[in-house]
């Protein structure tokens, strides 16, 4: 299975990249976290024979401004959108004019599905908690091809977190902050807490992503997170916009 980052940045798109995007390339499915504008790089990578799944964190417009670009994927085989309850609600009043095309002239299927906290076959199985940030915001937990991958992004470390990702195979983890930060009233992560969360769960990799703009303004930036975390993580990585992994 290959992991592949498409945005990695958090708030807005600089040079060191696109916002939050992740696309998941499993035996039978696609599964993409989020859609921010590093989505429109999904057509290099998605053929038209596994259906398309992607899970939507939460409505902050970096995690949800490529749905502007999503008709120009031309996705054949449809696409089922998951997330929060009151999804269908809110994507129809932003993916609308005056903004931009609503679903439904698009010339691809779109489904959309709500998930109250929980777990659930659709078709394989997924786990979304509601983490801690300044609007609700869903981490999830999947299973595929016999491993488990987690996705927690725009979050502070708590136990809907720590529940998710425990003995996870794969951790994808934001890191808005740099270690130090103060804590503010809109929640997020630094590379030592991702990396203490992931020791405490014992999960086996974990990957920062979701760089804060404006405070990691270089990639450089970006080693020095994953410097900080490896002194309390070992196997854990900072992701640039391109990369992928194989698990
Ligand atoms: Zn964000
Ligand atoms: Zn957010």
Redesign the pocket.
């Known amino acids: 299975m290959k992991i592949v980052f498409l945005g990695t940045n958090g708030w807005y798109s600089t040079e060191t990249g696109n916002t939050s995007c992740v696309l998941v390339d499993s035996d039978r499915y696609y599964v993409v976290f989020d859609a921010g504008d590093g989505i429109y790089k999904l057509d290099k990578y998605v053929t038209r024979e596994k259906p398309v799944h992607l899970f939507l964190s939460?409505f902050?417009l970096?995690?949800v401004f490529g749905f502007h670009v999503i008709g120009n994927l031309k996705l054949d085989q449809g696409l089922d959108i998951y997330g929060q309850k009151g999804i269908r609600r809110t994507l129809s009043r932003l993916v609308q004019h005056p903004f931009t095309l609503p679903f439904r002239d698009l010339p691809t299927d779109i489904r959309i599905h709500e998930l109250s906290e929980g777990t659930h076959e659709v078709p394989f199985p997924v786990t979304c908690k509601f983490l801690v940030?300044?609007?609700p915001?869903y981490g999830y937990r999947i299973n595929l091809d016999g491993k488990t991958i987690v996705y927690c992004t725009?979050t502070a470390v708590c136990d809907s977190s720590l529940e998710l990702c425990r003995n996870a195979d794969l951790l994808i983890h934001e890191c808005a902050f740099k270690s130090g930060h103060p804590a503010t009233n809109w929640p997020h992560t630094n590379p030592q807490e991702a990396a203490e969360l992931a020791l405490r769960a014992k999960v086996k990799q974990l990957l920062l992503t979701h760089f804060d703009a404006a405070i990691y303004r270089s990639l450089e930036d970006r080693k020095q997170a994953e410097v900080e975390a490896r002194k309390t993580f070992k196997n854990a990585k900072a992701m640039v916009d391109g990369a992928s992994i194989e698990i």
Do not use: I, M
């Open positions: 939460h902050h970096d995690h940030h300044s609007d915001c725009d």
